[in-house]
């Protein structure tokens, strides 16, 4: 799961998909109750929800102000910004960034889900950092398949925890349709592959590189996601600045970790099944850790800002 953090498919050491007995994560699943594409995976708003308060701290706010800097810069429509938020999930990006800027806002929140477009929609922002008036829609669909047509009128393009569940053709496509919509671009929270322990465990390392090959199966690209974007963003003249976001996991955090742990090592069985009965007891272990508060763990992800705009990729 773009946490993507948290491993599609895999939320438990059983059967991949099974409830966790809590949370559901992410389920690729044959569209079978939802209208939905076939072999898509569904994230459980309840995991959204665990981990807004954790990304929200994550998030680069270093990129903000050459973002505010850029968007100052462009032509302003009537209504203020339009900012396309894609993969929105239950709407936290907007959460997090709507109250972070000035002026009237409208945000257009895409996601394949209809379910987590309710969520979205519900709980949008009401507010920007100055107070003016923050509307928004939703758009259900692939957004894989948005084109610089569809983002004409654009502001600005986000997401957050979207980039490492998409292929590079996805992300060429994204890259291509923000210069051509002359628009800039925040990409949050996407996973570099790189997990640290407190303490650490013989185990850590076999179980990240099993859980970095399943974030890599078929085409997607996992960890390769971000470098594979700023090549893309870049070769489409944008100026592409980096930085990192990890999530920083202690005792007050223990609820996500135990989620994010079952599904990290769940995506790594899953991948590689030799693996099962020693991270049976590796997360038995890490959980127990994590429940008497003796856990601590860094997720590293990255934040990347692209800044495409009509008066070129010159920052
Ligand atoms: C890990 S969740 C992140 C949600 C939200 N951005 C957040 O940070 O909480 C990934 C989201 O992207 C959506 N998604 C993934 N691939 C998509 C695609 N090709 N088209 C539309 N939505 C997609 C999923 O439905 C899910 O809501």
Redesign the pocket.
């Known amino acids: ?6 491993p599609p498919g895999a939320a438990t050491t059983k059967t991949p998909g099974q409830e966790t007995g809590t949370i559901r994560l ?1 389920d690729r699943r044959r569209g079978v109750d939802v209208d939905m594409d076939d072999d ?4 459980a708003p309840e995991w ?1 929800g665990l ?2 308060g954790v ?1 929200a701290v994550a998030r680069a706010s270093e990129l903000l102000d050459p973002l505010r800097i850029r968007l100052a810069d462009l032509p302003q429509p009537d209504n203020g910004l339009v900012i396309h ?9 907007g959460r997090w960034l709507a109250p972070r800027l000035d002026g009237p806002q409208h945000w257009v929140l ?4 209809p379910y ?1 477009l309710h969520f979205a929609a519900v709980n949008s922002p009401r507010a920007a950092a100055d107070g003016s008036h923050v509307t928004v829609e939703t758009q259900r ?5 948005l084109t610089s047509d569809a983002l004409a009128g654009a502001s600005l393009v986000t ?4 980039l490492d ?2 292929t590079g053709d ?1 992300i060429e496509a994204l890259a291509a349709a923000c210069a051509g919509a002359g628009c800039p671009a925040l990409l ?2 996407s996973v570099v592959g790189r997990v640290e322990f407190t303490p650490a465990d013989p185990l850590d390392a076999e179980i990240t590189d099993a859980f970095n090959a399943h974030q890599r199966r078929g085409e997607l690209l996992g960890p390769d996601s971000v470098t594979t974007a700023c090549e893309a963003f870049a070769r489409h003249g944008a100026t592409v600045r980096l930085h990192p976001s990890a999530w920083r996991l202690g005792p007050d955090e223990a609820a996500l970790t135990a989620e994010w742990l079952r599904g990290w090592v769940g995506a790594a069985v899953e991948e590689r099944p030799e693996l099962a009965s020693r991270a049976d007891a590796y997360l038995r272990e890490r959980l127990a850790a994590c429940a008497a508060g003796e856990l601590s763990v860094v997720v590293h992800h990255s934040d990347l800002l692209a800044l495409t705009g009509p008066t070129g990729g010159t920052a």
């Open positions: 799961m773009s946490t993507s953090t948290t992410g898509v995976t569904r994230y959204l981990r807004e990304d938020d894609l993969g929105c999930g239950t709407g936290s990006m895409h996601d394949r889900d987590l669909g692939d957004v894989a398949r997401a957050s925890a979207l569940v998409l996805e949050t929270l």
